[in-house]
């Protein structure tokens, strides 16, 4: 069975690509390949993680297109070229929008540092989610993965993990225990679980197409003809 082949996609440090570089060196994602990295800006300590483990990477940054549309465009781009099946945020610091999230339904993933529905939307990103977490008071929070849709941390979710806050916590200090405990670890685990199943997809569609190379009804035609 073909592997799925994953970009990710990053604006900072890298510290979930890098859980999902290794779970990939340790075989945890058997039905994955992670085939790109692209960075919405360039000297981001992630590029430097891609290139160590020899992983192609691009740079498109935002602020050199004229609307957002163009800069999808070219983002699209460069997936397609690339052969991309599955797209990871990890880290990813924008909003796609509709329309490019149509061209990969149920195939982009997003981790996101709180427990979805709470302190997530607009606004909630990086530190800002801990320091929320941190001044509503809550005695728990944690991570998710989620499948990426129209509505921002909007979409099913795939895995989520709590985390303890503890007496004293900075927003510095749950950040880093809330990557540690919850994100580098469902994070891989939920790539594993979308790449096995898009590797499946692809692999039935293949069989589909047997049927038309050995002259018989092509399944898909059947298939149809039965809605
Ligand atoms: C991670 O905590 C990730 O969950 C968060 O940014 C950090 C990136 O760290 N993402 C979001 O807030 C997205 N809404 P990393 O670059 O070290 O992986």
């Known amino acids: 069975m073909e592997k ?8 900072g440090g890298g510290t979930n690509l890098q859980a999902l570089i290794d779970a990939e060196k340790a075989g945890n994602i058997p039905h994955g390949k992670i ?7 360039p000297g981001v300590f992630a590029l430097e993680r891609a290139a160590k483990a020899g992983i192609p990477s691009v740079v498109i940054e935002r602020k050199t297109y004229a609307d957002k549309p163009s800069f999808e465009e070219a983002l699209l781009k460069v997936l ?3 052969g991309i099946q599955m797209i990871v945020l990890a880290g990813f610091m924008l909003v796609l929008s509709a329309d490019f ?4 339904p149920d195939k982009i993933i997003n981790v996101h ?3 979805i529905p709470s302190f997530c939307g607009d606004g ?7 320091e929320a977490a941190l001044k509503y008071g809550v005695k728990v929070t944690g991570a998710t993965v989620h499948f990426v849709n129209e509505v921002t941390d909007g979409g099913k979710i795939i895995l989520q993990k709590a985390v303890d806050i503890l007496e004293g916590d900075t927003p510095e200090v749950l950040q880093k225990r809330v ?3 919850a994100e580098w670890i469902i994070l891989p685990k939920a790539c594993e679980i979308v790449a096995e199943k898009l590797a499946k997809e692809v692999a039935l569609s293949e ?5 038309d190379s050995n002259g018989k009804i092509p399944l898909k035609t059947l298939l149809h003809h039965d809605k």
């Open 4 to 11: 799925t082949k994953i970009a990710v996609l990053v604006s």
């Open 35 to 41: 085939s790109l990295v692209v960075a919405s800006k």
């Open 80 to 82: 397609k070229e690339n």
């Open 101 to 104: 999230v149509k061209h990969y």
């Open 113 to 115: 540092p709180a427990l």
């Open 124 to 130: 909630f990103y990086g530190l800002h989610v801990h």
């Open 179 to 181: 990557m540690e405990q």
């Open 207 to 211: 069989d589909f197409d047997d049927y």
